[in-house]
Protein backbone atom coordinates (compact mmCIF):
# COMPACT_ATOMS: atom_id res chain seq x y z
CA UNK A 1 0.00 0.00 0.00
CA UNK A 2 1.40 3.30 -1.36
CA UNK A 3 4.80 1.93 -1.85
CA UNK A 4 5.63 -0.65 1.17
CA UNK A 5 4.61 -3.88 1.99
CA UNK A 6 1.76 -4.24 4.74
CA UNK A 7 0.26 -7.68 6.44
CA UNK A 8 -3.29 -8.37 5.16
CA UNK A 9 -4.77 -7.38 8.48
CA UNK A 10 -3.24 -4.23 8.50
CA UNK A 11 -4.22 -3.29 5.00
CA UNK A 12 -7.26 -0.62 5.99
CA UNK A 13 -8.74 1.96 4.53
CA UNK A 14 -10.37 5.22 6.11
CA UNK A 15 -14.72 4.91 6.09
CA UNK A 16 -14.25 8.36 4.19
CA UNK A 17 -11.97 7.11 1.47
CA UNK A 18 -13.59 9.29 -1.41
CA UNK A 19 -13.43 6.25 -3.68
CA UNK A 20 -15.54 3.90 -1.47
CA UNK A 21 -18.68 6.63 -1.89
CA UNK A 22 -18.39 7.61 -5.52
CA UNK A 23 -16.73 4.38 -7.27
CA UNK A 24 -13.90 6.32 -9.02
CA UNK A 25 -10.65 4.20 -8.99
CA UNK A 26 -8.92 1.87 -11.50
CA UNK A 27 -8.15 -1.83 -11.28
CA UNK A 28 -6.04 -4.25 -13.03
CA UNK A 29 -6.35 -8.12 -12.80
CA UNK A 30 -3.49 -10.42 -13.95
CA UNK A 31 -2.67 -13.93 -13.38
CA UNK A 32 0.83 -15.82 -12.63
CA UNK A 33 1.47 -18.58 -13.56
CA UNK A 34 4.16 -21.33 -12.60
CA UNK A 35 5.61 -22.47 -16.13
CA UNK A 36 6.98 -25.83 -17.26
CA UNK A 37 10.54 -24.74 -16.24
CA UNK A 38 9.45 -23.99 -12.73
CA UNK A 39 9.48 -20.48 -12.41
CA UNK A 40 6.61 -18.26 -11.85
CA UNK A 41 5.66 -15.62 -14.35
CA UNK A 42 3.09 -12.73 -14.61
CA UNK A 43 1.40 -13.00 -18.06
CA UNK A 44 1.20 -9.84 -20.23
CA UNK A 45 2.14 -7.72 -17.11
CA UNK A 46 3.85 -4.75 -18.94
CA UNK A 47 0.32 -4.60 -20.87
CA UNK A 48 -1.94 -4.71 -17.73
CA UNK A 49 0.04 -1.97 -16.01
CA UNK A 50 0.28 0.19 -18.76
CA UNK A 51 -4.18 -0.08 -19.41
CA UNK A 52 -3.82 0.69 -15.47
CA UNK A 53 -2.27 4.13 -16.46
CA UNK A 54 -4.52 4.54 -19.88
CA UNK A 55 -7.49 4.36 -17.34
CA UNK A 56 -6.32 6.34 -15.07
CA UNK A 57 -5.88 9.18 -17.80
CA UNK A 58 -9.07 8.74 -19.26
CA UNK A 59 -10.83 9.43 -15.36
CA UNK A 60 -8.03 12.58 -15.26
CA UNK A 61 -6.30 10.64 -12.13
CA UNK A 62 -2.27 10.79 -11.66
CA UNK A 63 -1.05 8.01 -10.43
CA UNK A 64 2.27 8.56 -8.07
CA UNK A 65 3.98 6.18 -8.82
CA UNK A 66 5.95 5.08 -12.28
CA UNK A 67 4.72 2.01 -14.43
CA UNK A 68 8.16 0.31 -13.73
CA UNK A 69 7.22 0.97 -9.62
CA UNK A 70 4.08 -0.51 -9.78
CA UNK A 71 5.29 -3.37 -12.38
CA UNK A 72 8.33 -4.31 -9.39
CA UNK A 73 5.31 -3.30 -6.59
CA UNK A 74 3.22 -7.14 -8.19
CA UNK A 75 6.33 -8.61 -8.41
CA UNK A 76 7.42 -7.94 -4.72
CA UNK A 77 3.68 -9.01 -3.16
CA UNK A 78 3.62 -12.62 -5.53
CA UNK A 79 7.57 -12.97 -4.30
CA UNK A 80 7.38 -11.84 -0.94
CA UNK A 81 4.27 -14.22 -0.18
CA UNK A 82 5.82 -17.50 -2.10
CA UNK A 83 2.50 -17.90 -4.39
CA UNK A 84 3.83 -19.99 -7.47
CA UNK A 85 0.55 -19.02 -8.71
CA UNK A 86 -2.30 -16.51 -7.95
CA UNK A 87 -4.29 -13.66 -8.68
CA UNK A 88 -3.29 -9.70 -8.70
CA UNK A 89 -4.99 -6.61 -8.39
CA UNK A 90 -3.15 -3.80 -8.43
CA UNK A 91 -5.64 -0.44 -7.51
CA UNK A 92 -5.72 3.12 -7.50
CA UNK A 93 -8.05 5.13 -5.35
CA UNK A 94 -9.11 8.33 -3.91
CA UNK A 95 -8.25 8.21 -0.68
CA UNK A 96 -10.18 10.26 2.41
CA UNK A 97 -10.34 14.14 2.71
CA UNK A 98 -12.56 16.35 0.96
CA UNK A 99 -16.14 14.50 0.02
CA UNK A 100 -18.60 15.96 -2.97
CA UNK A 101 -18.44 14.48 -6.15
CA UNK A 102 -16.66 17.56 -7.59
CA UNK A 103 -13.15 17.00 -5.02
CA UNK A 104 -9.99 17.09 -6.54
CA UNK A 105 -7.53 16.89 -3.79
CA UNK A 106 -7.60 13.77 -2.38
CA UNK A 107 -4.65 11.90 -2.60
CA UNK A 108 -4.38 8.95 -4.66
CA UNK A 109 -3.52 6.26 -2.75
CA UNK A 110 -2.41 2.83 -4.58
CA UNK A 111 -2.76 -0.77 -3.65
CA UNK A 112 -1.56 -4.15 -4.96
CA UNK A 113 -2.63 -7.45 -3.55
CA UNK A 114 -2.60 -11.04 -4.56
CA UNK A 115 -4.04 -14.15 -3.51
CA UNK A 116 -4.69 -17.82 -5.22
CA UNK A 117 -7.89 -18.12 -7.48
CA UNK A 118 -8.83 -21.14 -9.39
CA UNK A 119 -11.42 -21.14 -12.36
CA UNK A 120 -13.58 -18.46 -12.10
CA UNK A 121 -16.74 -19.90 -13.84
CA UNK A 122 -16.10 -23.13 -12.23
CA UNK A 123 -14.35 -25.93 -12.15
CA UNK A 124 -16.21 -27.65 -15.03
CA UNK A 125 -16.70 -24.69 -17.32
CA UNK A 126 -13.44 -25.30 -19.42
CA UNK A 127 -14.65 -29.10 -20.43
CA UNK A 128 -18.25 -28.61 -20.78
CA UNK A 129 -18.91 -24.92 -21.28
CA UNK A 130 -21.22 -22.24 -19.79
CA UNK A 131 -24.71 -21.51 -20.18
CA UNK A 132 -25.01 -17.34 -20.41
CA UNK A 133 -28.37 -15.58 -20.15
CA UNK A 134 -29.00 -11.96 -22.02
CA UNK A 135 -29.56 -9.45 -19.70
CA UNK A 136 -31.71 -6.78 -19.01
CA UNK A 137 -29.47 -4.41 -18.11
CA UNK A 138 -27.98 -2.86 -20.96
CA UNK A 139 -23.95 -2.02 -21.25
CA UNK A 140 -23.59 1.54 -21.12
CA UNK A 141 -22.87 4.03 -24.39
CA UNK A 142 -19.27 4.70 -24.76
CA UNK A 143 -20.22 8.52 -24.31
CA UNK A 144 -21.54 7.96 -20.95
CA UNK A 145 -18.50 6.01 -19.17
CA UNK A 146 -15.34 5.38 -21.26
CA UNK A 147 -15.41 1.41 -21.70
CA UNK A 148 -11.42 1.41 -22.25
CA UNK A 149 -11.13 2.81 -18.48
CA UNK A 150 -11.24 -0.11 -16.31
CA UNK A 151 -12.91 1.22 -13.29
CA UNK A 152 -14.29 0.14 -10.72
CA UNK A 153 -18.25 2.28 -10.66
CA UNK A 154 -19.07 1.28 -14.30
CA UNK A 155 -19.13 -2.23 -12.88
CA UNK A 156 -22.52 -1.83 -11.00
CA UNK A 157 -23.71 -2.61 -14.19
CA UNK A 158 -21.97 -5.92 -14.66
CA UNK A 159 -22.61 -6.86 -10.64
CA UNK A 160 -26.79 -6.60 -11.67
CA UNK A 161 -26.25 -8.46 -14.91
CA UNK A 162 -24.62 -11.16 -12.89
CA UNK A 163 -26.88 -11.22 -10.22
CA UNK A 164 -29.71 -11.74 -12.57
CA UNK A 165 -28.60 -14.43 -14.36
CA UNK A 166 -27.29 -16.51 -11.38
CA UNK A 167 -30.34 -16.01 -10.38
CA UNK A 168 -32.38 -17.39 -13.11
CA UNK A 169 -29.76 -20.71 -12.50
CA UNK A 170 -27.28 -19.40 -15.59
CA UNK A 171 -23.96 -19.40 -15.40
CA UNK A 172 -22.91 -16.01 -16.67
CA UNK A 173 -24.71 -13.12 -18.34
CA UNK A 174 -24.62 -11.64 -21.89
CA UNK A 175 -24.75 -7.70 -22.54
CA UNK A 176 -25.85 -5.64 -25.38
CA UNK A 177 -25.03 -2.34 -26.63
CA UNK A 178 -27.83 0.33 -26.48
CA UNK A 179 -28.53 -0.47 -30.00
CA UNK A 180 -28.77 -4.51 -28.93
CA UNK A 181 -25.71 -5.71 -30.79
CA UNK A 182 -23.54 -7.76 -28.51
CA UNK A 183 -20.82 -6.13 -26.32
CA UNK A 184 -19.37 -8.28 -23.73
CA UNK A 185 -20.10 -11.21 -21.07
CA UNK A 186 -20.18 -8.88 -17.39
CA UNK A 187 -16.31 -9.71 -16.81
CA UNK A 188 -15.44 -10.58 -20.15
CA UNK A 189 -14.72 -10.47 -23.80
CA UNK A 190 -17.10 -12.67 -26.44
CA UNK A 191 -16.23 -14.54 -29.63
CA UNK A 192 -18.36 -16.37 -32.30
CA UNK A 193 -17.29 -18.86 -34.70
CA UNK A 194 -19.55 -19.89 -37.85
CA UNK A 195 -18.03 -21.52 -40.89
CA UNK A 196 -14.50 -21.52 -39.52
CA UNK A 197 -14.81 -17.85 -39.37
CA UNK A 198 -13.90 -16.11 -35.78
CA UNK A 199 -16.07 -12.82 -35.21
CA UNK A 200 -15.52 -10.41 -32.07
CA UNK A 201 -17.35 -7.16 -31.22
CA UNK A 202 -15.28 -4.08 -31.64
CA UNK A 203 -14.30 -2.27 -28.60
CA UNK A 204 -16.92 0.33 -28.60
CA UNK A 205 -18.39 -0.77 -25.78
CA UNK A 206 -16.53 -3.55 -24.26
CA UNK A 207 -13.27 -3.42 -22.89
CA UNK A 208 -10.22 -3.79 -24.61
CA UNK A 209 -9.72 -7.08 -23.04
CA UNK A 210 -5.26 -7.93 -23.00
CA UNK A 211 -6.45 -12.04 -23.06
CA UNK A 212 -9.14 -10.47 -25.98
CA UNK A 213 -5.86 -9.36 -27.79
CA UNK A 214 -3.63 -12.21 -27.17
CA UNK A 215 -6.88 -14.73 -28.69
CA UNK A 216 -6.93 -12.49 -32.14
CA UNK A 217 -2.85 -12.81 -31.93
CA UNK A 218 -3.52 -16.80 -32.13
CA UNK A 219 -6.16 -17.42 -34.16
CA UNK A 220 -4.41 -14.96 -36.84
CA UNK A 221 -0.85 -16.94 -36.44
CA UNK A 222 -2.94 -20.23 -36.89
CA UNK A 223 -4.24 -18.26 -40.38
CA UNK A 224 -7.96 -18.65 -38.75
CA UNK A 225 -10.05 -15.46 -39.96
CA UNK A 226 -11.03 -13.31 -37.27
CA UNK A 227 -12.90 -9.94 -37.61
CA UNK A 228 -14.02 -7.53 -35.68
CA UNK A 229 -17.98 -6.78 -36.08
CA UNK A 230 -21.23 -6.05 -34.62
CA UNK A 231 -23.47 -8.61 -34.34
CA UNK A 232 -26.86 -9.00 -32.32
CA UNK A 233 -27.55 -12.26 -30.23
CA UNK A 234 -29.67 -14.21 -33.14
CA UNK A 235 -26.15 -14.44 -34.15
CA UNK A 236 -24.54 -16.10 -31.09
CA UNK A 237 -27.85 -18.26 -31.21
CA UNK A 238 -26.82 -19.96 -34.64
CA UNK A 239 -23.02 -19.79 -34.54
CA UNK A 240 -21.03 -23.07 -34.28
CA UNK A 241 -18.86 -22.35 -31.52
CA UNK A 242 -18.99 -19.23 -29.28
CA UNK A 243 -16.62 -18.73 -26.19
CA UNK A 244 -15.61 -16.35 -23.98
CA UNK A 245 -11.84 -14.42 -22.71
CA UNK A 246 -10.72 -12.67 -19.64
CA UNK A 247 -8.03 -12.87 -17.28
CA UNK A 248 -10.25 -14.36 -14.64
CA UNK A 249 -11.92 -16.24 -17.08
CA UNK A 250 -9.30 -17.53 -19.21
CA UNK A 251 -10.75 -18.90 -22.59
CA UNK A 252 -14.02 -20.46 -21.48
CA UNK A 253 -16.33 -22.42 -24.03
CA UNK A 254 -20.05 -21.21 -24.02
CA UNK A 255 -22.73 -24.02 -24.90
CA UNK A 256 -26.07 -22.30 -24.38
CA UNK A 257 -27.15 -18.63 -24.64
CA UNK A 258 -30.67 -18.35 -23.51
CA UNK A 259 -31.62 -21.80 -23.94
CA UNK A 260 -30.75 -22.66 -27.06
CA UNK A 261 -27.56 -24.88 -28.08
CA UNK A 262 -24.83 -23.49 -29.44
CA UNK A 263 -23.28 -25.85 -32.15
CA UNK A 264 -23.40 -29.32 -30.40
CA UNK A 265 -23.56 -27.73 -27.00
CA UNK A 266 -19.80 -28.85 -26.65
CA UNK A 267 -16.55 -26.70 -26.94
CA UNK A 268 -16.20 -26.58 -31.10
CA UNK A 269 -12.20 -27.28 -32.85
CA UNK A 270 -11.42 -23.48 -32.96
CA UNK A 271 -12.19 -23.24 -29.36
CA UNK A 272 -10.30 -26.12 -28.63
CA UNK A 273 -7.59 -24.97 -30.35
CA UNK A 274 -7.50 -21.51 -29.24
CA UNK A 275 -7.66 -22.55 -25.70
CA UNK A 276 -4.36 -25.31 -26.31
CA UNK A 277 -2.33 -22.34 -27.72
CA UNK A 278 -3.48 -20.18 -25.35
CA UNK A 279 -2.52 -22.72 -22.18
CA UNK A 280 0.37 -23.26 -23.69
CA UNK A 281 1.50 -19.45 -23.56
CA UNK A 282 0.97 -19.47 -20.16
CA UNK A 283 3.01 -21.88 -19.64
CA UNK A 284 5.77 -21.08 -21.71
CA UNK A 285 6.01 -24.03 -23.70
CA UNK A 286 5.26 -21.95 -27.19
CA UNK A 287 8.08 -19.96 -28.16
CA UNK A 288 6.00 -17.64 -30.43
CA UNK A 289 4.26 -15.93 -27.07
CA UNK A 290 7.24 -16.17 -24.54
CA UNK A 291 7.71 -12.53 -24.79
CA UNK A 292 4.07 -12.26 -22.70
CA UNK A 293 5.50 -13.67 -19.67
CA UNK A 294 7.14 -11.00 -17.03
CA UNK A 295 9.18 -13.67 -14.88
CA UNK A 296 8.83 -13.51 -11.24
Request: proline letters at 5%; charged letters at 25%; one cysteine or more.
Amino acid sequence: MDGTLVPYDQANVHILTHSLHYGLSVFEGMRCYQTDDGRSAIFRAIEHIRRLFDSAHIVEMTIPFSQEEILKACVDVVRVNRLAECYIRPIAFYGEGEMGLSARGNAVRVAVAAWPWGAYLGDDAAEQGVRLKTSSFVRFHHNSIPPHAKASGPYINSILAGYEARRHGYDEALLLDVNGYVAEGSGENFFIVRDGEVRTPPVTSCLPGITRASVIRILRDAGIGISEQLFPRDAVYIADEAFMTGTAAEVTPVRELDDRVIGDGKPGPITLKVMEVFRAALRGRDPRYRSWLYYV
